[in-house]
């Protein structure tokens, strides 16, 4: 099992940027595609960013195409999520999970984080 913990979130202006981290820990972090996920009050948790393994491929939910850009750094075991032009649309916890199985990108997400808060405000 992995250990999943999110930093970065806060409160920002429409407008404005943030970078959400999340530090792996407990296996090989190299080997699993990741995703950051969100939820926003009163509405149901979406995939808003995918990355695959080694990192050659990547998926956006169309309302943060052009926007968000997620990474990873196999060497420090950290997937980012940068995020800009920020808009109070934006505003959910935020949280990074890792595929069940190694070198798949369609297994199910096995390993969640704790969640980070995201405001945007207007």
């Known amino acids: 099992q992995v250990q999943l913990v999110e930093s970065g979130g806060g409160l920002v202006q429409a407008g404005g940027s943030l970078r959400l981290s999340c530090a792996a820990s407990g296996r090989t972090f190299s080997s699993y595609a990741m995703g950051w996920f969100r939820r926003a009050p009163g509405k149901e948790r979406e995939l808003v960013a995918h990355?695959?393994?080694?990192?050659?491929?990547?998926y956006y939910v169309d309302s943060v195409k052009g926007r968000f850009t997620i990474s990873r750094d196999n060497a420090k075991n950290t997937v980012y999520l940068q995020m800009n032009s920020l808009k109070p649309e934006d505003t959910a916890v935020y949280y990074c999970a890792s595929r069940a199985r190694a070198y798949s990108n369609y297994a199910d997400f096995g390993s969640w984080g704790q969640g980070t808060q995201v405001t945007v405000s207007s």
């Open positions: 990355i695959s393994w080694n990192g050659d491929m990547s």
